[in-house]
């Protein structure tokens, strides 16, 4: 029984090396946030927030410098989906915690320009001054090997105390 306990901790350990070369991305602008950035994926700053990025996949989290509630965030984007993506669907949609604070979130499917099927994931939240909006996506054959990953990256969202 021992030696079994032993060899399966050794497993896991060995499971553990794929998640050292995990970094955190902490935006310079005030105020910031923090994100965890996977092993492989890579984390480019824009004028609106960052986009990590693996592949085809993508984590995109974007500030507004005004406050506004989850639901009506979310209805506001769903039409640019709607009209970009053939054959549009919305999977599921309701409240989320993002960020330490209740949110709303949406899962669309569809082909968006570049041709490939592809789920999106939009979470956002307000914390009252500011509005983040995280766009997840990947392609649908790609759903099940990436999702834990995104999954991660938008439970490590930690956004700095509104001022």
Do not use: C
């Not at 970094?23 to 965890?36: C, E, I, K, N, V």
């Not at 507004?64 to 984007?77: K, N, Q």
């Amino acid at each position: 029984m021992g030696h079994a306990l032993f060899a399966l901790i050794g497993i896991l350990a060995g499971a553990v090396p794929a998640l050292a070369g995990d970094t955190t991305y902490r935006d310079p602008r005030q105020p910031s946030f923090t994100l965890l950035v996977p092993d492989e994926w890579t984390a480019l700053r824009n004028d609106k927030g960052v986009m990590l990025k693996r592949g085809d996949s993508y984590f995109q989290l974007g500030v507004l410098g005004e406050a506004i509630s989850p639901g009506a965030m979310l209805v506001r984007i769903r039409p640019q989906f709607e009209r970009q993506y053939k054959q549009f669907r919305e999977l599921e949609a309701g409240r989320a915690t993002f960020g330490g604070q209740d949110g709303a979130y949406a899962i669309y499917t569809g082909v968006p320009p570049s041709g490939i099927s592809s789920i999106t994931r939009i979470v956002t939240m307000t914390n009252g001054r500011l509005t983040f909006i995280a766009f997840e996506g990947m392609p649908a054959d790609e759903a099940q090997q990436r999702r834990p990953e995104l999954d991660r990256i938008e439970h490590s969202f930690a956004p700095d105390a509104a001022r």
